[in-house]
């Protein structure tokens, strides 16, 4: 029901154009003279001012019968006037509405609202002046109203009314407290101030703002509301302490925004308790710093770990290698390798935990080193030679022309992403090749990104499984490890050193159809490097000469191609020794011919004979590339040059130009030197201490500073290696780090303080830790240098070489 809304208004005036002879208009609430009632064609004889085009001029009787209208009524209700002459006004105004006649008809009012039904039963709102209406003798006969269209007002009114209802409902219903004040006085504040505070609403009318605050946070907050009521900015956020009723502290979120409220200027602050938030955050704090400190002790655990195991797997390796030096039955010798290959499988596990360990405490560091992505490659690749010549593999790799030869980065952990996924391709491929390719992504402020990929024909991987290979000690089913063995690491530390180069790690593979690992990795780019003079046509000796690739492999026979035509050369493909023959007795003859040594049906050295008996067309140099490793026993002359695969570019590129400019033949096997120098104390004398607690390891060093000539002393702990010095002179102390009674470090510092520069020696770490700083500690404690346990054979010499030259040289000075 729509209320009805009756205003009093003082006498109006009647319109100029009613004829005041024939009839009077009173407003209503004066008193007529008349008392019957007059019939229409007299209350027609009125001459009421004429409607204008926004209103109604209705007239009734005493019934509150229609007898007249005037105006735009077919515009404002659809009806003509004569529709509505001689019915009830009541039968177009709704019945909640009516009750307002009764009003007009005891001259109870003057003026009132009510809705009129049109034709269309939509509802016009009316805003009518009630009119007396008098005979001659001034008796009241009648009504007239003057009706206005209020309808848009009233839409007006009613959508406004709507708006404060939700505003008022998403007010009352926010889990925010929402308070407005004016010169620090709450002027409205909604029900949540109970909920998060304990004070009804009410209560909190006319109340200080700032008594809502902590009474250690009020002045802060006092400053802060000053500050931003003079500046310029339209919100401000900040956090403050608030007490409930019962004294209680809640830390809240404060957004302060300026409005305007009943036309002065306010603030609204919207309050949000965040104190369990708060509570949350901190005990997620204390969880990160217990996690902290836990990964810490785990690090600090291991590296303990590394140090008892790596303590005696020194001795056993170390001893076992001596053992290999001596004459040995076979099955001795069968033995000691077998100790020594144990060994070191423990000793590879041992250091994969710690890589692992290392980056997940967030301790990995990569290194930048200027180094040629081709030889990191190549050197990678050595390490398998042997283990794809068992297995009869092909090693191949490719980098792309646009790849940037010389770079500036962690070229050892890029090296050791590259082992784990060749490692494992040779591991699960029983045949057929493993392809590394290099290729150009994307390059951008002096940095660029790389695509790695590695290329087996082996087992493959099922799609169930490939997802999570990369995760700690997965492997792709229980029978994977027991065939092949590993720790299931390698792939979660290959992945973890890929993120830390800014790079991503995938797999695609397909069981029984071998497997495709891709990396992506972001390196800079280097200015230092030698430059390639081996760029197409650069070298007259090679530019334009014809050379025969003969290997059945396609990937092989596409690489060789495409590295020789780099170089300016004319390459020609064979699949086979057939082909190649036909090639030549077509051909007008080769400069070069490039011979694989394993091929099905007629292999390299087969080929080169025949190749020789066809004549002068056969008369080229050729060269010869072998997966086999037995490229010793290949005797004769047949052959001007033989290169061992996985091929280095360097050496096949010399080897070319030696051939093309007819040269002598570079020897192709690598200079090989005696490991141990019987007589290097002749040549560099030098008295030597060894400070170690582990007898084991003690006899060890000493046996192999026996081997090099040198006589020794030895002490099992630091405090008897600070006594030894104020009875005997020595130049190199070779310590152990964790001995008892005194470990090294502190020895190291008693030494520095205790004794003039002339008579302090050289002091050389000895240690099985592994982790990030050690090597800093032990410098930084006056050491000269650091050795990791085991210790080789090959780094003793040269750490005692190195050293031992630079105090001879300081002598002679």
Known sequence: MI????????????????????????????????????????????????????????????????????????????????????????????????????????????????????????????????????????????????????????????????????LRAIVDNTLDLICIFRKGRILFVNDVAETILGYPALELYDRDYLTLFDPSDRERVDEIRFIYSESSILANRFEAILLTKNGNQKTCEISLRKISYRGEPAFVAVIRDISEFKKALDELSIAKSEAESANRIKSDFLAMMSHEIRTPMNGVIGMTSLLLNTRLTSAQRDYAETIQLSGDSLISIINDILDFSKIESGKMILEENHFELRTCIEDTLDLFAMKAIEKGLDLLYMIDPDVPSNLLGDSNRLRQILINLINNAI?????????????????????????????????????????????????????????????????????????????????????????????????????????????????????????????????????????????GMNPILAASGEEALELIESGSGFDLMVLDLQMPGMDGIELAGRIRDIGPKGMAPMLLLSSSGDLERIKGDLFAGQLSKPVRLKELFQEVVQLMSEVSKKENSPDKHSEIDFSLSSRIPLRILIAEDNIVNQKLTISLLNLMGYKVDAVINGREAVEILYEKDFDIILMDIQMPEMSGIEATIKIRDSFPAAKQPYIIALTANAMVGDREKCLESGMVDYMAKPINISQLQEMIIKWGTVLHSKKKD
């Open 3 to 166: 209320p009805v809304v009756a205003i009093f208004f003082p006498e109006i005036s009647l319109p100029e154009s009613f004829n005041m002879d024939k009839a009077k208009m009173k407003p209503t609430g004066t008193k007529g003279d008349g008392t019957g009632k007059e019939h229409c064609s007299e209350l027609s004889e009125l001459r009421p001012r004429e409607a204008n085009g926004n209103s109604l001029l209705v007239c009734l009787d005493l019934s509150g019968v229609i007898r007249s209208v005037k105006g735009p009524v077919l515009n404002l209700l659809g009806f003509n006037e004569q529709d509505l002459c001689g019915i009830s006004l009541k039968d177009i105004v709704p019945q909640e509405d009516s009750n307002f006649l009764s009003g007009i008809s005891n001259s109870k009012t003057d003026r009132c609202e009510f809705r009129m039904q049109r034709k269309d039963k939509s509802y016009m709102y009316a805003d009518a002046n009630i009119y007396n209406s008098t005979d001659q003798n001034g008796k009241l006969n009648g009504f007239c109203l003057r009706i206005y269209d209020v309808t848009s007002r009233m839409s007006a009114i009613h959508n406004l009314i709507e708006s404060e209802e939700r």
């Open 427 to 567: 591991k699960f491929t029983e045949k057929g090749e493993v392809f590394i390719s290099v290729q150009h992504l994307q390059e951008k402020d002096g940095a660029v990104e790389l695509k790695f990929a590695v290329k087996d024909s082996g087992i493959g991987i099922s799609s169930e499984t490939i997802n999570s290979l990369f995760e700690p000690f997965i492997q792709a089913d229980s029978s994977t490890t027991r065939k092949y063995g590993g720790t299931g690491l390698g792939l979660a530390i290959s992945k973890r050193l890929v993120n830390l180069m800014g790079g991503e790690i995938w797999a695609e593979s397909e069981t029984g159809r071998g497997s495709i690992f891709n990396f992506t990795i972001k390196i800079k780019i280097s200015g230092v490097g030698k430059t390639k003079l081996h760029v197409k046509g650069y070298l007259p000796q090679l530019r334009g000469r014809k050379v025969l690739i003969v290997d059945d492999n396609q990937t092989n026979r596409q690489i060789l191609r495409l590295q020789f035509d780099s170089w």
